[in-house]
């Protein structure tokens, strides 16, 4: 009887909401497949909870009054949760079924979050080589067989020994990676760490915001998101009388070409500017793999800092006023 209470209950909550089952996914990157892990080594291990301080605690993260070291991460996860949402979410947890994510469990290594950091991968070691930008420089050969024409470095005539690049993106859990040197100045950061069970990014769902927001990054051992990121830089943009006006000038007779705007009057938030809301459009997880060709790229940081840490803003203006 209990098994089909049990079977019972996971379907009509599925039928109805299946974006739950998602949301539970996302939860095991903390709190581990089966609910059997303290978060960051800090929480409560809520399979050990009652569905009622289950529940309890989730409305309780929303409105503000309960939580101690996890608050500001656990607000940041349920605010936008309806009461029923809550509850639906809460049953899920009490349920023995087990996460849907390959590599839950990994990600309650986090636990280790706080001793993160201090030494950086340099990616381009291995690409930037001497010996192998030697080897691979074609330039001053006489002649140039047809094998190392092409990327693949195979036969241009045979696919037998042609296979795809063997990508690996399988990375330590959040808090126990080890952070990337930058490619060059402000370029946004690689992300160190297994993504597993934290996309997709959405509008309503976005897990880097529990450690990476400013208030909470540094307890979080995590980098904080930049003030460039609560910034909107984009033109103000108005329809009036018929003609778009951006920046106060009609478009097309006071100004005659949008890049006429070389700086757009930058607009500071106290929230995440919404254009910046999906951190994968810029930062991406770095895949282990041996490149196909020595890289001869030099980036000049002008200072070391820069490998390790820089702020877009304070650079923004760079060869523009």
Do not use: W
């Not at 390959?102 to 381009?124: P, Q």
């Not at 190392?148 to 399988?170: C, H, I, M, P, Q």
Request: with cysteine; aromatic share 6%.
């Amino acid at each position: 009887m209990k098994k089909i209470v049990k079977t019972v209950a996971i379907g009509a909550l599925l039928a109805s909401t299946s974006a739950y089952a998602v949301g539970t996914a996302a939860c095991a990157g903390c709190h581990g497949q089966y609910f059997e892990k303290a978060a960051l080594g800090k929480s409560k291990i809520v399979k050990d909870m009652s569905l009622k301080d289950i529940v309890k605690a989730l409305k309780g993260y929303k409105a503000g009054t309960y939580g101690g070291a996890m608050k500001q991460v656990m607000v940041n996860q349920v605010k936008n949760l309806k009461d029923s949402d809550i509850e639906a979410l809460s049953l899920l947890m009490k349920i023995d079924h087990g996460t849907q994510t390959e590599k839950a469990t990994t990600h309650a290594a986090a636990a280790a979050v706080a001793a993160a950091g201090g030494s950086y991968i340099d990616l381009n070691a291995d690409a930037s080589d001497e010996m192998r930008i030697e080897q691979e420089d074609l330039g001053n050969r006489n002649t140039v067989s047809e094998k190392a024409l092409g990327l693949r470095k195979t036969d241009l005539y045979s696919e037998d020994t042609t296979t795809d690049v063997k990508t690996d993106y399988n990375r330590p859990a959040p808090g126990t990676s080890t952070k990337f040197e930058r490619a060059y100045k402000d370029a946004p950061p690689m992300i160190p760490h297994s993504v597993e069970g934290l996309l997709p990014i959405t509008r309503e769902n976005n897990q880097c915001l529990g450690c990476h927001l400013p208030e909470v990054a540094k307890s979080m051992g995590a980098t904080p998101i930049p003030l460039s990121h609560f910034t909107n830089y984009r033109p103000t943009t108005v329809m009036k009388d018929g003609k778009v006006l951006k920046e106060g000038k009609v478009v097309g007779t006071e100004l005659k070409n949008t890049t006429d705007i070389l700086l757009a009057k930058a607009k500071k938030m106290k929230t995440l500017y919404e254009g910046r809301f999906n951190c994968t459009q810029c930062h991406a997880p770095q895949s282990k793999i041996k490149t196909d060709v020595a890289n001869t790229f030099k980036p000049d940081f002008g200072d070391d800092t820069f490998k390790a840490h820089s702020n877009l803003a304070d650079a923004m203006n760079e060869g523009v006023e």
